[in-house]
């Protein structure tokens, strides 16, 4: 999951995706231990079984995603499941509740995954394939759906974690000349976002989490912008962790200071709000 995207030109408006990757990390302290990451990881995790399944469920004080506030500042309610199997195989399914303030006619993020992971000495791989999905959200101005669709390669030397995430279905997050309104007839296949974490051992059971992520919007570079976030996760045990940190997106064009759907409310108003601006948040998460 995704971030968004949307015009100051409210006639047409649209936002952007998260995602996310997995977000998520989203506001688990990237998603990438709170929303798809923990998915691709799992492929490189060994297990004395067969076969392994995990559930997951987090409450956060608001959903984050590459650095975007997508619950519109509000508490958000995530949960997913995973499937790993001991040769590297992986497949899982995770969602999260969101603002229709950030996706028009949208109130969850539903995220397909699969992919397979490897080691080659002290080097973790994973490669996999993630689709996006928005159930019910369409923009209204261009009835452009916001689902999409990322191969991801991800690699990891302990405490260094690098991924990069390429679009490949024909629009990133329903980007493209006719919700942008900029040209004609273009497409954002092959936009990329590339996430470095760094997760630092402090204490027992607690972890200094710092991430950097940049997101390219191929064929629409004002779109483009970069992320960081830093955080603290407290193991609570049981399967219980606590994260709280702070997060902040930035775009050089100003293109989602004041961010919209263009779509009003019951009375006829529009909402207005900065996903990228700098935001506190915390989430307590089990997996089970």
Known sequence: MPP???????????HMPRAPWRHCLCASALML????????????ASAPDARRWSVNATLASQYLARGMRQSWG???VQAGIDYSHPQGFFLGAWGSSLSPRFIDGGHMELDLYGGYGWSAGPLNYSAGLYYYMYPGARMAATGTRYNYGEAVLSANYQWLTVKYALT????YFGYNSSTLLEGTGRHSRGSGYLDIGLNVPLAQGTELQLHYGWQRVRSFSRFNWQDVRVALSKSLGSGWTLVGGVTRAYNSHGVYDAYTTGTPDTRGRLHYSNPTRATAFVT???VF
Do not use: E, F, I, K
């Open 4 to 14: 968004p995207s949307c015009p100051r030109n409210t006639s047409h408006a649209m």
């Open 74 to 76: 509000q508490p958000a």
């Open 168 to 171: 490949v279905t024909r629009d």
């Open 284 to 286: 307590l998460g089990m």
């Open 33 to 44: 231990s709170g929303t798809l990451v923990q998915a691709q990881d799992a492929g490189t």
